[in-house]
Each structure stands twice: as C-alpha cells, then as structure tokens.
C-alpha cells in the first residue's frame, strides 16, 4: 500500500540522509509499538503507514542508486 508521502509520514524532508531517516523512523517505532500501546487500534494502524513509508522511501532510494 503506497502512501500519499511517505517522508511526511516520517516527518522528514525528501532530502534527508539515510540516517536521518532511520532515526525518525526508530523513533516513530518506539511510540507506537503495539508493545508499547497494547490493544490500541489507532497506534497499529500509524505502526503499519510508518513501516509502509520506510518502505517506500527505501525503495526510492534503492531505485535512485541503480540509476546513477
């Protein structure tokens, strides 16, 4: 599933570097974990668009670095 951007999801700018991108990324896994938010629908739903955005951005990134 795509999402509209993915970086915003993320809460980083379409030019930041690879590890900034993790940071926001662990960061966002730490507060909505299911094991942190046990039974709360909302958080499994932001945990799924937050992995389904690091994915996306890992994508375009890969894709990028094939075309250089």
């Avoid at 570097?17 to 662990?26: C, L, N, V």
């Avoid at 938010?37 to 690091?54: C, S, T, V």
Wanted: glycine share 2%; no cysteine.
């Amino acid at each position: 599933q795509m999402t509209s951007d993915p970086y915003k999801v993320l809460g980083v700018s379409p030019n930041a570097s690879d590890d900034e991108i993790q940071k926001a990324y662990r960061r966002l896994v730490k507060k909505y974990h299911p094991d942190v938010n046990p039974g709360d629908e909302n958080a499994e739903k932001k945990m799924r668009e937050i992995n389904a955005a690091y994915d996306q951005i890992r994508n375009i990134i890969l894709f990028s670095e094939m075309n250089k």
